[in-house]
C-alpha cells in the first residue's frame, strides 16, 4: 500500500472517529488535509470568519453528542477561533480545534503567522498538543477525541506543523479509545436516595454538558415521583421538559425571586453537572461559600469540581446521567406534593409579562411563537438582553432544544443554528438576535446560503447595544455614549443572502410573517423593530434613570 501524507491520516482519523461534519475556513497552512478530506464523506462547511467556524462546531457537539471539528489557518485563523474555544470550556463542550502552524524548523523565530498554541490556549482549552511527524497523527488524534470527551467535556487544540502534515507515515488510523461515563458506587446512590427521601423540599439543579436524550427523559421521570422540582442552570433549560409540572425555572442572568426562592427555600439541592457558575448562582449569594446552608449533594464528571466553589454535604465524581439511571432504579419516597405544586406556580407566575411600550410587542409575539413552534424545534441565540425571550419566556418539551453560549459571547447565535440546519435540515431551527448581535457573525449567512442550511433570523432591532445600555442608564443615568448603533436594510441584506425577508414593526403583523418564514426553502430573516425605551421587559429608560438617581 501506497504511504499516507500527515495530512491524510489525520483526515483518515476524523473518518474513523465518526466525524460527519467540520466547519472552518481554508488556509495554506494546512492544505494536506483539506485535500485528504476530499476522498472521505466528510461534510466540509465552508464559513466566512473562524470566530463564527469555532461557534458551529460547539453548537454541533451540543446539539448532537458528537464532538464539534474546526479546521482554522495558523496565526489570524486560531486567534479570531479563540472566541469559540472559550465559548466550548464555559459548556463543558467536547471540540476539537484543528489549527495549522509554521514549520517546525521555524518553531521560535517569530515566523509569518507564528503563534505558540499552548502559551495562547493553555488557559482555555482541556488540552493543546502539536503534531511532531506523520507518524504520531494517528495516535494523537485519538488522544485528542478522548480528551474532549472524558469527565468533564471541552475543547482540545491540536496543532499542525506543515513539515508533519507533508511527511509520509504507514496507513494506519487509531481505533477511538472507549469514553467511560464515570459510574457512583452502589454506597453513593444509597446515600443521595436516603437524602432525597428524608427532604421535604428537595430540588435538582441540572446543568453542564454531555447529557443524553435519555438522560433527559430519566431525569424528568424522576423528578415527577419525587415531586422535586427542577431548576436549569444558566441556559441549559432544554434538560427538562418544560411542561412537566416540576420545571421551576432557569437559574440564568436576571434570575426571577421565584427561581432564587426555590433554591433558597430547598432543604436539599441535588447538583448534577454545575459548576456553580457566577450566573447560576447569581454571583455565589445563593448559599454562602464555601459552606452553604442547604444540604447539598454535587454530582460532576470532574472531581476537580467538587468543593472547588461550595463544599457539598455529599460529592459524587460521575455523570449525571448514570446517577440518575441508578436512582430510577430505586424505590424512593416521594416528597409532599404541594411543595412542587408551589414552586410551578410560582414559576409561571414569571411567563406574564407587562404590555410594553410601541407597536411590536414582544411579550405577545412570543406567546403567539410558543403555539407555533413544533414540538422538536432548535432554538439558538447569542447575547445581549434580547435574549430574555428565548431563555426566560419560552417552554422547550421532551424534544426541543436551545443552544445558547453559557460564555456569554455575542454572535453565537446564528452560527449555532446554522451548524442545526446542518445537522437537521428538516427540524424548524429559530435563531434569536439582537442588531448589535447579528452584526457580529453577519457574514455567516453566506454559510448558510452555500451550505443551504438556512435558519429563521428573528431579529430584535432597538438600534443600541442594549445590555450596556442598560448597565449604562442604571450607573449612569442620562449619560449615553458608545451604544447607539447606525444600522444596515436588514431585509435587503438577508435578500442578498438569498433569503425571504420581511420587516415586522406591528404585533399582528407577526403571526402570518412567521408562517412565511416557515414555508420559505431558503429560511428567512424577519426584522423586529422594538420599542428602544423599553431596556427589559419589566424595565424602560426612564425607570432605569428613577431607580439610579435615588
Known sequence: MSRWSGGRAIAESLVVHGVRATFGVPGESYLPVLDALVDTDIRVVTCRHEGGAAFMAEAWCKLTGEPGVCLVTRGPGATNAAIGVHAARQSSTAMVLLVGQVASAFHGREAFQEVDYRQMFGGLAKWVTELRSADDAAPMMAEAFHRAQEGRPGPVVVSLPEDALAGETDPTAAAPIPVVRGRPTGTEVEAIAARLTAARRPVFLVGGGAW?????????????????????????????????????????????????????????????????????????????????????????????????????????????????????????????????????????????????????????????????????????????????????????????????????????????????????????????????????????????????????????????????????????????????????????????????????????EFAPAFARAVDSSSGALLHLVVDPRQLTPTQSVEQARATATK
Open 212 to 508: 443524553t436524550d435519555d438522560d433527559r427523559r430519566v431525569l424528568t421521570r424522576l423528578a415527577e415521583h419525587l415531586e422535586a422540582p427542577v431548576v436549569a442552570a444558566f441556559r441549559r433549560n432544554d434538560l427538562i421538559d418544560n411542561h412537566s409540572r416540576v420545571y421551576a425555572g432557569e437559574a440564568g442572568t436576571a434570575m426571577p425571586t421565584a427561581v432564587r426562592d426555590t433554591l433558597t427555600s430547598a432543604d436539599c439541592v441535588v447538583a448534577l453537572g454545575v459548576r456553580f457558575g457566577e450566573i447560576t448562582t447569581s454571583s455565589w449569594t445563593l448559599w454562602p461559600a464555601p459552606r452553604p446552608d442547604v444540604d447539598l449533594i454535587h454530582v460532576h464528571p470532574d472531581a476537580d469540581q467538587l468543593g472547588k466553589i461550595y463544599e457539598p454535604a455529599l460529592g459524587v465524581a460521575a455523570h449525571p446521567g448514570a446517577v440518575l439511571a441508578d436512582l430510577a432504579s430505586r424505590e424512593m419516597t416521594p416528597a409532599d406534593p404541594a411543595w412542587c405544586r408551589d414552586r410551578r406556580r410560582a414559576f409561571l407566575a414569571t411567563l406574564d409579562v407587562p404590555a410594553r411600550p410601541g407597536s411590536l410587542d414582544m411579550g405577545e409575539v412570543i406567546a403567539r411563537l410558543q403555539g407555533l413552534l413544533p414540538g422538536d424545534a432548535i432554538v439558538t441565540n447569542g447575547a445581549g438582553n434580547f435574549t430574555v425571550w428565548p431563555n426566560k419566556y419560552l417552554l422547550y418539551g421532551p424534544d426541543g432544544r436551545l443552544l445558547a453560549p453559557q460564555s456569554g459571547a455575542m454572535g453565537y447565535g446564528l452560527p449555532a443554528a446554522i451548524a442545526a440546519k446542518v445537522a437537521h435540515p428538516d427540524r424548524t431551527v429559530v435563531c434569536f438576535a439582537g442588531d448589535g448581535d447579528l452584526q457580529m457573525t453577519i457574514a455567516e449567512l453566506g454559510t448558510a446560503l452555500q451550505a443551504d442550511a438556512q435558519p429563521i433570523v428573528l431579529l430584535i432591532d432597538n438600534g443600541m447595544y442594549g445590555t450596556i445600555r442598560m448597565h449604562q442608564e442604571r450607573q449612569f443615568p442620562g449619560r449615553v455614549i458608545g451604544t447607539d448603533l447606525e444600522n444596515p436594510d436588514f431585509v435587503a441584506l438577508a435578500r442578498a443572502y438569498g433569503m425571504h425577508a420581511e420587516r415586522v414593526s406591528h404585533t399582528p
